[in-house]
Protein backbone atom coordinates (compact mmCIF):
# COMPACT_ATOMS: atom_id res chain seq x y z
CA UNK A 1 0.00 0.00 0.00
CA UNK A 2 2.76 2.39 1.09
CA UNK A 3 4.73 1.60 -2.47
CA UNK A 4 1.57 2.53 -4.32
CA UNK A 5 1.61 5.78 -2.46
CA UNK A 6 5.34 5.92 -3.14
CA UNK A 7 4.75 5.49 -6.89
CA UNK A 8 2.02 7.74 -7.29
CA UNK A 9 4.09 11.26 -6.01
CA UNK A 10 6.63 10.23 -8.07
CA UNK A 11 5.07 9.84 -10.94
CA UNK A 12 2.62 12.96 -10.43
CA UNK A 13 5.96 14.82 -10.07
CA UNK A 14 6.78 13.16 -13.30
CA UNK A 15 3.97 14.49 -14.90
CA UNK A 16 5.10 18.44 -14.08
CA UNK A 17 6.94 20.26 -17.45
CA UNK A 18 8.42 23.83 -17.74
CA UNK A 19 7.27 25.23 -20.37
CA UNK A 20 10.62 25.33 -22.19
CA UNK A 21 10.28 21.49 -22.03
CA UNK A 22 6.97 21.75 -23.72
CA UNK A 23 8.04 24.18 -26.51
CA UNK A 24 10.81 21.94 -27.07
CA UNK A 25 8.24 19.01 -27.57
CA UNK A 26 6.31 20.98 -30.07
CA UNK A 27 9.45 22.47 -31.86
CA UNK A 28 10.46 18.67 -32.77
CA UNK A 29 7.17 17.77 -33.55
CA UNK A 30 6.81 20.32 -35.93
CA UNK A 31 10.23 19.05 -37.43
CA UNK A 32 8.59 15.73 -37.79
CA UNK A 33 9.43 13.89 -34.83
CA UNK A 34 6.78 11.30 -34.04
CA UNK A 35 4.33 10.97 -30.70
CA UNK A 36 5.90 7.59 -29.95
CA UNK A 37 9.40 8.67 -30.12
CA UNK A 38 8.61 12.11 -28.28
CA UNK A 39 6.93 9.71 -25.41
CA UNK A 40 10.30 7.16 -25.21
CA UNK A 41 12.57 10.36 -25.28
CA UNK A 42 11.32 12.10 -22.80
CA UNK A 43 9.83 9.39 -20.44
CA UNK A 44 6.45 10.77 -20.64
CA UNK A 45 3.13 9.05 -21.92
CA UNK A 46 1.74 9.66 -25.56
CA UNK A 47 -1.42 11.26 -24.09
CA UNK A 48 0.64 13.83 -22.60
CA UNK A 49 2.37 14.74 -25.41
CA UNK A 50 -0.72 15.06 -27.69
CA UNK A 51 -2.27 16.49 -24.53
CA UNK A 52 0.31 19.64 -25.35
CA UNK A 53 0.43 19.76 -28.94
CA UNK A 54 -3.09 20.48 -28.95
CA UNK A 55 -2.20 23.13 -26.69
CA UNK A 56 1.10 24.25 -28.82
CA UNK A 57 -0.71 27.73 -29.63
CA UNK A 58 -1.48 29.01 -26.36
CA UNK A 59 1.99 27.29 -25.44
CA UNK A 60 3.55 29.65 -27.50
CA UNK A 61 2.08 32.32 -26.61
CA UNK A 62 3.13 32.36 -23.04
CA UNK A 63 5.29 35.29 -22.95
CA UNK A 64 6.94 36.06 -19.32
CA UNK A 65 6.77 39.20 -17.71
CA UNK A 66 10.43 41.38 -17.66
CA UNK A 67 11.87 40.30 -14.65
CA UNK A 68 9.98 37.19 -14.23
CA UNK A 69 11.16 33.28 -14.97
CA UNK A 70 9.50 30.54 -16.83
CA UNK A 71 6.88 29.21 -14.53
CA UNK A 72 6.63 25.33 -13.90
CA UNK A 73 2.93 24.78 -14.67
CA UNK A 74 1.43 26.54 -18.30
CA UNK A 75 -0.86 29.14 -17.36
CA UNK A 76 -3.35 31.36 -19.61
CA UNK A 77 -1.99 34.32 -21.55
CA UNK A 78 -4.39 35.87 -19.11
CA UNK A 79 -1.90 35.43 -15.67
CA UNK A 80 1.30 36.82 -17.78
CA UNK A 81 -0.29 39.38 -18.80
CA UNK A 82 -1.85 40.27 -14.99
CA UNK A 83 1.50 39.55 -14.07
CA UNK A 84 3.32 41.86 -16.66
CA UNK A 85 0.79 45.07 -15.50
CA UNK A 86 0.90 43.89 -12.29
CA UNK A 87 5.18 44.35 -12.46
CA UNK A 88 4.93 47.73 -13.70
CA UNK A 89 2.50 48.60 -10.69
CA UNK A 90 4.92 47.24 -8.29
CA UNK A 91 7.97 49.04 -9.83
CA UNK A 92 5.74 52.53 -9.98
CA UNK A 93 4.98 51.99 -5.99
CA UNK A 94 8.55 51.04 -5.21
CA UNK A 95 9.78 54.45 -7.02
CA UNK A 96 8.01 56.36 -5.24
CA UNK A 97 9.01 55.18 -2.24
CA UNK A 98 6.04 53.25 -1.01
CA UNK A 99 5.48 50.49 1.09
CA UNK A 100 4.22 47.39 -0.01
CA UNK A 101 2.64 44.40 1.71
CA UNK A 102 1.48 40.97 0.50
CA UNK A 103 -2.05 41.89 1.08
CA UNK A 104 -1.65 45.02 -1.33
CA UNK A 105 0.01 43.37 -4.00
CA UNK A 106 -2.51 40.44 -3.74
CA UNK A 107 -5.49 43.45 -4.12
CA UNK A 108 -3.74 44.70 -7.07
CA UNK A 109 -3.38 41.25 -8.55
CA UNK A 110 -6.85 40.38 -8.36
CA UNK A 111 -8.43 43.64 -9.31
CA UNK A 112 -6.20 43.74 -12.57
CA UNK A 113 -6.75 40.11 -13.42
CA UNK A 114 -10.85 40.50 -13.16
CA UNK A 115 -10.23 44.15 -15.38
CA UNK A 116 -8.17 41.96 -18.15
CA UNK A 117 -10.97 38.89 -17.70
CA UNK A 118 -13.56 41.98 -18.71
CA UNK A 119 -12.00 42.44 -21.33
CA UNK A 120 -11.31 39.06 -22.47
CA UNK A 121 -13.13 37.68 -25.57
CA UNK A 122 -15.82 35.65 -24.92
CA UNK A 123 -13.87 32.61 -27.07
CA UNK A 124 -11.66 32.81 -24.32
CA UNK A 125 -13.83 32.94 -21.51
CA UNK A 126 -13.14 28.87 -21.05
CA UNK A 127 -9.50 29.26 -19.85
CA UNK A 128 -9.91 32.03 -17.74
CA UNK A 129 -12.30 33.14 -14.92
CA UNK A 130 -12.81 35.10 -11.42
CA UNK A 131 -12.82 31.47 -9.82
CA UNK A 132 -8.97 30.55 -11.60
CA UNK A 133 -6.87 33.25 -9.88
CA UNK A 134 -7.57 33.77 -6.24
CA UNK A 135 -3.93 35.31 -5.52
CA UNK A 136 -3.45 32.92 -2.93
CA UNK A 137 -0.52 33.23 -0.52
CA UNK A 138 1.32 30.68 -2.79
CA UNK A 139 1.06 31.92 -5.97
CA UNK A 140 2.35 35.51 -4.42
CA UNK A 141 5.88 33.28 -3.01
CA UNK A 142 6.50 31.99 -6.61
CA UNK A 143 5.38 35.71 -7.82
CA UNK A 144 8.28 37.07 -5.42
CA UNK A 145 10.89 35.00 -6.51
CA UNK A 146 9.91 35.14 -9.96
CA UNK A 147 10.09 38.85 -9.51
CA UNK A 148 12.66 39.32 -7.25
CA UNK A 149 10.50 41.72 -5.01
CA UNK A 150 12.19 42.05 -2.04
CA UNK A 151 11.11 45.50 -0.35
CA UNK A 152 7.73 44.24 0.70
CA UNK A 153 7.31 43.68 4.52
CA UNK A 154 4.62 41.47 6.26
CA UNK A 155 0.74 42.38 7.16
CA UNK A 156 0.99 45.21 9.54
CA UNK A 157 4.30 46.21 9.38
CA UNK A 158 3.52 48.77 7.20
CA UNK A 159 0.82 50.32 9.14
CA UNK A 160 3.24 50.56 11.72
CA UNK A 161 6.80 51.76 10.32
CA UNK A 162 4.19 54.75 8.02
CA UNK A 163 2.56 56.10 11.84
CA UNK A 164 6.56 55.93 13.13
CA UNK A 165 7.69 57.72 9.94
CA UNK A 166 5.05 60.47 10.60
CA UNK A 167 5.40 60.99 14.14
CA UNK A 168 8.99 61.07 13.26
CA UNK A 169 8.73 64.02 10.68
CA UNK A 170 6.26 66.04 12.35
CA UNK A 171 8.66 66.52 15.44
CA UNK A 172 11.45 67.32 12.15
CA UNK A 173 8.94 69.54 10.61
CA UNK A 174 7.95 71.68 14.11
CA UNK A 175 11.97 72.33 14.41
CA UNK A 176 12.51 73.15 11.06
CA UNK A 177 9.60 75.47 10.71
CA UNK A 178 10.20 77.09 14.25
CA UNK A 179 13.89 77.27 13.02
CA UNK A 180 13.42 79.47 9.58
CA UNK A 181 10.73 81.01 11.32
CA UNK A 182 7.80 80.79 8.65
CA UNK A 183 4.75 81.37 9.13
CA UNK A 184 1.14 79.31 8.44
CA UNK A 185 0.56 82.35 5.57
CA UNK A 186 4.45 81.59 3.68
CA UNK A 187 3.83 77.28 3.76
CA UNK A 188 2.20 75.96 0.55
CA UNK A 189 1.40 72.41 -0.41
CA UNK A 190 0.70 70.98 -3.87
CA UNK A 191 -1.19 67.65 -4.67
CA UNK A 192 -1.89 66.12 -8.36
CA UNK A 193 -5.45 64.27 -8.98
CA UNK A 194 -7.16 62.90 -11.17
CA UNK A 195 -10.71 63.99 -12.39
CA UNK A 196 -13.28 62.02 -14.94
CA UNK A 197 -14.98 65.39 -15.48
CA UNK A 198 -17.69 63.50 -17.16
CA UNK A 199 -18.43 60.98 -14.91
CA UNK A 200 -21.48 61.08 -12.44
CA UNK A 201 -22.67 58.45 -9.82
CA UNK A 202 -23.38 55.16 -10.45
CA UNK A 203 -27.12 55.18 -9.69
CA UNK A 204 -27.81 58.04 -11.82
CA UNK A 205 -29.74 56.85 -15.41
CA UNK A 206 -27.71 59.14 -17.22
CA UNK A 207 -24.66 56.46 -16.51
CA UNK A 208 -27.08 53.45 -17.88
CA UNK A 209 -27.34 55.61 -20.97
CA UNK A 210 -23.93 56.01 -21.28
CA UNK A 211 -23.18 52.50 -23.32
CA UNK A 212 -26.31 53.39 -25.84
CA UNK A 213 -24.00 56.37 -27.24
CA UNK A 214 -21.75 55.98 -30.15
CA UNK A 215 -18.20 57.03 -29.70
CA UNK A 216 -19.34 58.93 -26.51
CA UNK A 217 -17.06 57.42 -23.51
CA UNK A 218 -17.55 60.35 -20.73
CA UNK A 219 -16.24 58.19 -17.93
CA UNK A 220 -13.16 57.63 -19.34
CA UNK A 221 -12.75 61.38 -20.30
CA UNK A 222 -10.11 62.21 -17.57
CA UNK A 223 -8.13 65.53 -16.71
CA UNK A 224 -5.46 66.12 -14.11
CA UNK A 225 -4.67 68.93 -11.59
CA UNK A 226 -2.70 70.24 -9.10
CA UNK A 227 -3.94 71.98 -6.59
CA UNK A 228 -2.30 74.35 -4.26
CA UNK A 229 -2.43 76.31 -1.28
CA UNK A 230 -1.26 77.94 1.50
CA UNK A 231 -1.68 76.87 5.25
CA UNK A 232 -3.40 79.85 6.39
CA UNK A 233 -6.11 78.83 3.11
CA UNK A 234 -6.18 82.50 2.11
CA UNK A 235 -3.68 82.46 -1.08
CA UNK A 236 -5.24 79.37 -3.54
CA UNK A 237 -2.69 79.18 -6.45
CA UNK A 238 -4.11 78.68 -10.00
CA UNK A 239 -4.34 75.20 -10.64
CA UNK A 240 -2.15 73.12 -13.06
CA UNK A 241 -4.96 71.39 -15.71
CA UNK A 242 -3.18 68.53 -18.14
CA UNK A 243 -5.01 67.41 -20.75
CA UNK A 244 -4.95 65.22 -23.42
CA UNK A 245 -6.11 67.70 -26.14
CA UNK A 246 -4.27 70.46 -26.81
CA UNK A 247 -6.58 72.26 -28.71
CA UNK A 248 -10.35 71.08 -28.03
CA UNK A 249 -12.80 71.73 -30.15
CA UNK A 250 -14.70 73.26 -27.67
CA UNK A 251 -12.27 76.24 -27.35
CA UNK A 252 -12.66 77.38 -30.79
CA UNK A 253 -17.05 77.58 -30.57
CA UNK A 254 -16.51 79.06 -26.89
CA UNK A 255 -13.34 81.18 -28.50
CA UNK A 256 -11.35 80.57 -25.61
CA UNK A 257 -8.02 81.72 -25.18
CA UNK A 258 -5.85 79.60 -23.25
CA UNK A 259 -3.40 82.14 -21.92
CA UNK A 260 -6.96 84.05 -19.95
CA UNK A 261 -8.17 80.51 -18.43
CA UNK A 262 -8.22 79.85 -14.73
CA UNK A 263 -5.84 77.44 -14.75
CA UNK A 264 -2.26 76.52 -16.78
CA UNK A 265 -3.51 74.65 -19.70
CA UNK A 266 -1.47 71.97 -20.81
CA UNK A 267 -1.37 68.63 -22.47
CA UNK A 268 0.04 65.09 -23.41
CA UNK A 269 -1.49 61.67 -24.70
CA UNK A 270 -1.93 60.68 -21.26
CA UNK A 271 -3.01 63.85 -19.51
CA UNK A 272 -0.44 63.20 -16.85
CA UNK A 273 1.81 65.90 -14.73
CA UNK A 274 5.24 65.28 -15.76
CA UNK A 275 8.49 66.90 -14.64
CA UNK A 276 8.83 69.48 -17.45
CA UNK A 277 4.94 70.86 -16.48
CA UNK A 278 5.28 71.03 -12.96
CA UNK A 279 8.49 72.86 -13.23
CA UNK A 280 7.00 75.18 -15.95
CA UNK A 281 4.21 75.76 -13.43
CA UNK A 282 6.01 76.69 -10.71
CA UNK A 283 8.30 79.63 -12.56
CA UNK A 284 5.39 80.57 -14.31
CA UNK A 285 2.62 80.33 -11.95
CA UNK A 286 3.27 79.51 -8.15
CA UNK A 287 6.58 81.54 -7.69
CA UNK A 288 5.08 85.15 -9.27
CA UNK A 289 1.89 84.61 -7.56
CA UNK A 290 3.19 83.83 -4.09
CA UNK A 291 5.93 86.72 -4.31
CA UNK A 292 3.30 88.93 -5.31
CA UNK A 293 0.58 87.75 -2.12
CA UNK A 294 3.71 87.84 0.09
CA UNK A 295 4.75 91.75 -0.85
CA UNK A 296 1.23 93.05 -0.66
CA UNK A 297 0.42 91.28 2.76
CA UNK A 298 4.36 93.31 4.05
CA UNK A 299 5.46 89.49 4.66
CA UNK A 300 9.12 88.53 4.19
CA UNK A 301 9.12 87.09 0.95
CA UNK A 302 10.43 83.58 1.76
CA UNK A 303 7.97 80.40 1.07
CA UNK A 304 8.22 76.71 1.71
CA UNK A 305 6.78 74.37 -0.65
CA UNK A 306 5.52 71.10 0.83
CA UNK A 307 5.36 68.00 -2.01
CA UNK A 308 5.49 64.15 -2.18
CA UNK A 309 7.49 61.70 -3.44
CA UNK A 310 5.63 61.82 -7.10
CA UNK A 311 7.67 61.34 -10.22
CA UNK A 312 6.70 64.62 -11.29
CA UNK A 313 8.01 66.07 -8.20
CA UNK A 314 11.58 66.47 -9.37
CA UNK A 315 14.28 65.62 -6.47
CA UNK A 316 16.08 68.92 -7.53
CA UNK A 317 13.36 71.16 -8.04
CA UNK A 318 15.41 73.70 -6.54
CA UNK A 319 18.32 73.42 -9.02
CA UNK A 320 15.40 74.36 -12.01
CA UNK A 321 13.77 77.41 -9.90
CA UNK A 322 14.37 80.83 -11.88
CA UNK A 323 17.22 82.81 -10.05
CA UNK A 324 14.29 85.58 -9.13
CA UNK A 325 11.89 82.94 -7.38
CA UNK A 326 15.08 81.18 -5.30
CA UNK A 327 13.34 82.54 -1.95
CA UNK A 328 11.20 79.14 -2.78
CA UNK A 329 12.74 76.27 -0.76
CA UNK A 330 10.95 72.87 -0.92
CA UNK A 331 10.67 69.97 1.49
CA UNK A 332 9.36 66.19 0.80
CA UNK A 333 7.39 64.19 2.95
CA UNK A 334 9.04 61.05 3.85
CA UNK A 335 7.88 57.91 1.48
CA UNK A 336 4.67 56.26 2.33
CA UNK A 337 3.26 59.10 4.65
CA UNK A 338 1.06 61.04 1.63
CA UNK A 339 -2.09 59.85 3.14
CA UNK A 340 -1.22 60.44 6.71
CA UNK A 341 0.65 63.70 6.64
CA UNK A 342 -0.34 65.76 2.90
CA UNK A 343 -2.85 68.17 3.84
CA UNK A 344 -4.32 68.31 0.43
CA UNK A 345 -4.99 64.75 0.98
CA UNK A 346 -6.98 65.33 4.45
CA UNK A 347 -10.05 65.78 2.83
CA UNK A 348 -9.31 69.29 0.38
CA UNK A 349 -9.28 67.23 -2.55
CA UNK A 350 -12.40 65.19 -1.46
CA UNK A 351 -14.01 68.17 -0.60
CA UNK A 352 -13.18 70.24 -4.20
CA UNK A 353 -14.76 66.99 -6.03
CA UNK A 354 -17.95 67.29 -4.04
CA UNK A 355 -18.12 71.01 -5.30
CA UNK A 356 -17.11 70.18 -8.67
CA UNK A 357 -20.20 67.16 -8.90
CA UNK A 358 -22.85 69.78 -7.13
CA UNK A 359 -22.10 72.45 -9.19
CA UNK A 360 -22.29 70.17 -12.36
CA UNK A 361 -25.30 69.13 -11.33
CA UNK A 362 -27.07 72.71 -11.04
CA UNK A 363 -25.29 73.50 -14.33
CA UNK A 364 -27.63 70.37 -15.53
CA UNK A 365 -30.75 71.23 -13.47
CA UNK A 366 -30.70 75.13 -14.50
CA UNK A 367 -30.56 74.06 -18.18
CA UNK A 368 -32.96 71.58 -18.48
CA UNK A 369 -35.22 73.73 -16.14
CA UNK A 370 -34.85 76.66 -19.06
CA UNK A 371 -34.82 75.00 -22.15
CA UNK A 372 -36.19 71.73 -24.13
CA UNK A 373 -33.76 69.67 -23.51
CA UNK A 374 -33.61 66.70 -21.90
CA UNK A 375 -31.13 65.30 -19.40
CA UNK A 376 -29.34 63.14 -22.11
CA UNK A 377 -29.25 65.69 -24.58
CA UNK A 378 -27.43 68.32 -22.60
CA UNK A 379 -24.92 65.64 -20.86
CA UNK A 380 -24.30 64.39 -24.47
CA UNK A 381 -24.47 67.52 -26.85
CA UNK A 382 -23.77 70.65 -24.45
CA UNK A 383 -21.49 69.84 -21.89
CA UNK A 384 -18.24 69.85 -22.61
CA UNK A 385 -14.50 70.73 -21.44
CA UNK A 386 -15.09 74.65 -21.94
CA UNK A 387 -18.17 74.12 -19.32
CA UNK A 388 -16.06 71.84 -17.22
CA UNK A 389 -13.03 74.43 -17.14
CA UNK A 390 -15.91 77.05 -15.77
CA UNK A 391 -17.31 74.27 -13.35
CA UNK A 392 -13.29 73.21 -11.83
CA UNK A 393 -13.30 77.24 -11.46
CA UNK A 394 -16.45 77.38 -9.04
CA UNK A 395 -15.21 74.37 -7.14
CA UNK A 396 -11.60 75.53 -6.03
CA UNK A 397 -13.25 78.79 -4.95
CA UNK A 398 -15.40 76.91 -3.12
CA UNK A 399 -13.49 75.40 -1.53
CA UNK A 400 -13.24 77.49 2.54
CA UNK A 401 -10.05 79.06 3.99
CA UNK A 402 -11.78 76.64 7.08
CA UNK A 403 -11.41 73.39 4.87
CA UNK A 404 -7.67 74.58 3.35
CA UNK A 405 -6.35 75.67 7.17
CA UNK A 406 -7.51 72.24 9.03
CA UNK A 407 -6.10 70.24 6.66
CA UNK A 408 -2.84 71.06 8.43
CA UNK A 409 -4.17 69.80 11.77
CA UNK A 410 -1.87 66.58 11.33
CA UNK A 411 1.36 67.85 9.89
CA UNK A 412 1.27 70.96 11.73
CA UNK A 413 -1.22 71.85 14.76
CA UNK A 414 0.23 74.79 15.81
CA UNK A 415 -0.61 76.85 12.40
CA UNK A 416 -4.09 75.91 12.96
CA UNK A 417 -6.52 78.02 14.82
CA UNK A 418 -8.12 76.88 17.73
CA UNK A 419 -11.55 78.45 16.27
CA UNK A 420 -11.03 75.58 13.33
CA UNK A 421 -11.53 72.59 15.35
CA UNK A 422 -15.31 74.56 17.15
CA UNK A 423 -18.45 72.63 15.79
CA UNK A 424 -20.24 75.02 13.59
CA UNK A 425 -23.89 75.44 13.76
CA UNK A 426 -25.14 72.78 11.52
CA UNK A 427 -26.13 73.21 7.47
CA UNK A 428 -26.88 71.69 4.86
CA UNK A 429 -24.15 69.38 3.66
CA UNK A 430 -22.47 69.29 -0.33
CA UNK A 431 -23.90 65.46 -0.34
CA UNK A 432 -27.24 66.97 0.70
CA UNK A 433 -27.34 69.01 -1.62
CA UNK A 434 -26.13 67.09 -4.78
CA UNK A 435 -28.52 64.62 -3.90
CA UNK A 436 -31.32 67.47 -3.33
CA UNK A 437 -30.15 68.85 -7.17
CA UNK A 438 -30.33 65.44 -8.32
CA UNK A 439 -34.52 64.31 -7.21
CA UNK A 440 -35.46 67.65 -8.52
CA UNK A 441 -34.10 66.28 -12.08
CA UNK A 442 -35.89 63.21 -11.32
CA UNK A 443 -32.43 61.30 -10.73
CA UNK A 444 -32.40 58.13 -7.84
CA UNK A 445 -29.51 59.64 -6.74
CA UNK A 446 -28.40 58.97 -2.46
CA UNK A 447 -25.37 60.25 -0.65
CA UNK A 448 -23.50 57.13 -0.55
CA UNK A 449 -23.50 57.18 -4.35
CA UNK A 450 -21.77 60.70 -4.03
CA UNK A 451 -19.23 59.10 -1.56
CA UNK A 452 -18.91 56.44 -4.05
CA UNK A 453 -18.24 58.62 -7.00
CA UNK A 454 -15.62 60.22 -4.76
CA UNK A 455 -13.70 57.30 -4.19
CA UNK A 456 -13.63 55.86 -7.51
CA UNK A 457 -11.54 59.01 -8.91
CA UNK A 458 -8.58 57.50 -6.33
CA UNK A 459 -8.79 54.62 -7.82
CA UNK A 460 -5.67 53.06 -10.17
CA UNK A 461 -6.99 51.97 -13.24
CA UNK A 462 -5.86 48.92 -14.99
CA UNK A 463 -6.10 50.93 -18.10
CA UNK A 464 -3.91 53.67 -16.83
CA UNK A 465 -1.40 50.74 -15.87
CA UNK A 466 -1.64 49.72 -19.42
CA UNK A 467 -0.72 52.97 -20.66
CA UNK A 468 2.08 53.28 -18.32
CA UNK A 469 3.48 49.84 -19.16
CA UNK A 470 3.32 51.15 -22.97
CA UNK A 471 5.39 54.17 -22.04
CA UNK A 472 7.75 52.48 -20.37
CA UNK A 473 8.21 50.03 -22.70
CA UNK A 474 8.73 52.92 -25.93
CA UNK A 475 10.80 54.64 -23.06
CA UNK A 476 8.92 57.88 -23.00
CA UNK A 477 8.51 59.25 -19.45
CA UNK A 478 7.08 62.38 -20.77
CA UNK A 479 9.82 64.26 -19.38
CA UNK A 480 10.70 65.96 -22.86
CA UNK A 481 7.04 65.97 -24.04
CA UNK A 482 6.63 65.14 -28.20
CA UNK A 483 10.07 64.53 -29.09
CA UNK A 484 9.74 61.64 -31.68
CA UNK A 485 12.26 60.09 -34.32
CA UNK A 486 10.06 61.88 -36.55
CA UNK A 487 11.31 65.28 -35.48
CA UNK A 488 14.74 64.45 -37.07
CA UNK A 489 13.37 63.76 -40.04
CA UNK A 490 10.85 66.37 -40.69
CA UNK A 491 12.23 70.27 -41.00
CA UNK A 492 10.35 72.89 -39.21
CA UNK A 493 10.31 74.26 -42.57
CA UNK A 494 8.57 71.47 -44.26
CA UNK A 495 6.09 71.51 -41.11
CA UNK A 496 5.39 75.24 -41.75
CA UNK A 497 4.63 74.57 -45.21
CA UNK A 498 2.19 72.34 -44.91
CA UNK A 499 0.66 74.01 -42.09
CA UNK A 500 0.18 77.02 -44.22
CA UNK A 501 -1.17 75.00 -47.03
CA UNK A 502 -3.95 73.28 -44.90
CA UNK A 503 -5.13 76.91 -43.61
CA UNK A 504 -5.44 77.69 -47.25
CA UNK A 505 -7.34 74.75 -47.97
CA UNK A 506 -9.49 75.11 -44.88
CA UNK A 507 -10.19 79.15 -45.70
CA UNK A 508 -11.39 78.27 -49.62
CA UNK A 509 -13.51 74.85 -48.33
CA UNK A 510 -15.53 77.09 -45.55
CA UNK A 511 -15.89 80.26 -48.21
CA UNK A 512 -17.29 78.14 -51.13
CA UNK A 513 -18.79 74.69 -49.80
CA UNK A 514 -22.59 74.91 -49.73
CA UNK A 515 -22.41 72.67 -46.57
CA UNK A 516 -21.03 74.49 -43.90
CA UNK A 517 -21.92 72.22 -41.05
CA UNK A 518 -20.79 69.04 -42.38
CA UNK A 519 -17.73 70.14 -43.87
CA UNK A 520 -16.64 72.20 -40.36
CA UNK A 521 -17.36 69.03 -38.64
CA UNK A 522 -14.76 67.36 -41.32
CA UNK A 523 -12.19 70.11 -41.22
CA UNK A 524 -12.16 69.88 -37.57
CA UNK A 525 -12.17 66.04 -37.50
CA UNK A 526 -9.02 66.30 -39.81
CA UNK A 527 -7.17 69.02 -38.08
CA UNK A 528 -7.04 67.33 -34.70
CA UNK A 529 -6.68 64.00 -36.01
CA UNK A 530 -3.91 64.48 -38.62
CA UNK A 531 -2.13 68.32 -37.93
CA UNK A 532 -2.09 68.54 -34.20
CA UNK A 533 0.66 65.87 -34.36
CA UNK A 534 2.71 67.93 -36.44
CA UNK A 535 1.54 71.30 -34.34
CA UNK A 536 3.36 69.77 -31.78
CA UNK A 537 6.27 68.82 -32.52
CA UNK A 538 6.79 72.58 -33.65
CA UNK A 539 5.65 73.97 -31.06
CA UNK A 540 7.83 71.39 -28.83
CA UNK A 541 10.48 73.34 -30.54
CA UNK A 542 9.77 76.73 -30.11
CA UNK A 543 9.32 76.37 -25.93
CA UNK A 544 12.05 74.64 -26.15
CA UNK A 545 14.04 77.64 -27.35
CA UNK A 546 11.69 80.19 -24.66
CA UNK A 547 12.78 77.68 -22.48
CA UNK A 548 15.92 77.93 -22.82
CA UNK A 549 16.71 81.34 -23.24
CA UNK A 550 14.02 81.43 -19.92
CA UNK A 551 16.44 79.61 -17.68
CA UNK A 552 19.64 80.79 -19.15
CA UNK A 553 21.46 83.47 -17.10
CA UNK A 554 20.31 87.04 -17.33
CA UNK A 555 22.74 89.78 -18.42
CA UNK A 556 23.93 91.73 -15.85
CA UNK A 557 21.52 95.10 -15.98
CA UNK A 558 18.72 93.26 -17.36
CA UNK A 559 15.40 93.68 -16.29
CA UNK A 560 12.87 90.54 -15.48
CA UNK A 561 9.97 92.14 -17.44
CA UNK A 562 12.34 91.96 -20.86
CA UNK A 563 13.25 88.50 -20.05
CA UNK A 564 9.61 87.36 -19.57
CA UNK A 565 9.03 89.36 -22.82
CA UNK A 566 11.82 87.91 -24.80
CA UNK A 567 9.93 84.28 -23.93
CA UNK A 568 6.89 84.89 -24.66
CA UNK A 569 7.41 86.69 -27.80
CA UNK A 570 9.72 83.28 -28.79
CA UNK A 571 7.26 81.12 -27.97
CA UNK A 572 4.90 83.09 -30.09
CA UNK A 573 6.64 83.46 -33.36
Not at 14 to 20: L, Q
Not at 327 to 333: R, S
Not at 456 to 485: A, K, N, P, R, W
Request: hydrophobic share 35%; proline share 4%; net charge neutral.
Amino acid sequence: MDRKKVCKKSSAKKKMMSIELKREIIEKHEQGVRVVDLSKQYGRSTSMICSVLKRKESIKSVTPAKGLTITSKLRTTLHENMEKLLMVWVTEKQLQGDTLTQTIICEKARAIYGDLLKQTPQTSIDEASEESFKASRGWFENFKKRSCIHSVVRHGEAASSDMKAAEDYIKTFSDLIKAQGYISQQVFNCDETGLFWKKMPKRTYITAEEKMMPGHKPMKDRLTLALCANASGDCKIKPLLVYHSENPRAFKSHKILKEKLQVMWRSNPKAWVTRKFFVEWVNLVFGPTVKKYLQENNLPVQALLILDNAPAHPPNLEDDILEELKFIKVLYLPPNTTPILQPMDQQVISNFKKLYTKHLFRRCFEVTESTNLTLREFWKDHFNIAICLQIIDQAWLGVTTKTLTSAWKKLWPEAVAERIYEELEPGVSVEEEIVSLGKSMGLEVEERDVNELIEEYTQELTEEIQELQSQQHTEVMQEIGFEESEEEVISTSEIKEILGMWESVSQFVEKKHPEKVATGRASDLFNDTCLTHFRNILRGRKKQTSLDMFFSKRPTGESEKNVAKKAKTSEDI
